[in-house]
């Protein structure tokens, strides 16, 4: 079973600070996926990274995927209310997709 | 915009009874899979399917659990006999592809929430 750790398990910060949340693993990953929370919902897809070293953008979110394609690093700048929510990181396996246990985002307006 | 959908989005049942949960996934995706969810913790993948049969399951899907895909549309998970622990919210997900079965983007319907008493 490939293991993914999240961390921090709980973040709580100001509006308009930067933030990093960390995926790491001992095992190597085809792709690695970030998905959005909300509490009562399904994830929703934020980015795919598949190459090693890879880095992609979504606004003020960075996502970057080792070189070692073993772990994976989120970074949010001037966070805002609305990134509340929690972040999951998910893996891909033979036939199937593990997730991380989260990282719990609270941005305080 | 296509999106997975789930029924019920809430079911109470007595421990010991057969519950099904209904899916429907996005049209053209070919790949199908259960996830669950315990109040408070992780996402736990359950099963995948592709092509008509299960292409990987977890610890957690034993016996009880078995899925269908009856018909063109729809992607049903069955738990037979129900347990306390059963509890959860279990989510539906498809994708279209991937270099392998369980590698593509997943889109996740809005969850059935199940409670057994």
């Known amino acids: 079973t490939q293991l993914l750790e999240q961390s921090p398990q709980f973040l709580s910060i100001q509006e308009g600070e930067n933030l990093t949340v960390y995926c790491n693993s001992s095992s190597v990953f085809s792709s690695l996926q970030w998905y959005r929370q909300e509490p009562g919902e399904g994830p929703v897809l934020l980015v795919t990274?598949?190459?090693?070293?890879e880095v992609k953008k979504l606004k003020r979110l960075t996502f970057q995927f080792g070189d070692a394609r073993k772990d994976s690093s989120l970074h949010i700048t001037a966070a805002q209310p609305g990134d509340t929510g929690l972040y999951l990181c998910a893996g891909a396996g033979n036939n199937d997709m593990r997730f991380g246990a989260g990282t719990r985002l609270t941005v305080k307006p | 915009e296509p999106e997975v959908t789930q029924t019920p989005s809430h079911q109470v049942t007595q421990m010991g009874q057969e519950v099904i949960l209904r899916c429907v996934p996005i049209?053209?995706?070919?790949?199908f899979y259960w996830y669950r969810q315990i109040l408070g913790q992780k996402v736990e993948f359950l099963v995948s399917f592709y092509n008509n049969e299960i292409s990987e399951k977890s610890e957690i899907f034993d016996d009880q659990f078995s899925v269908e895909r009856p018909d063109g549309s729809n992607f049903t998970l069955k738990i037979r006999s129900t347990k306390l622990e059963d509890s959860a919210m279990y989510f539906c997900a498809s994708s279209e592809w991937g270099e392998a079965p369980g590698t593509g983007e997943l889109f996740f319907g809005e969850g059935s929430r199940l409670t057994v008493l």
């Open positions: 990274v598949v190459t090693g070293g």
């Open positions: 049209s053209n995706h070919l790949y």
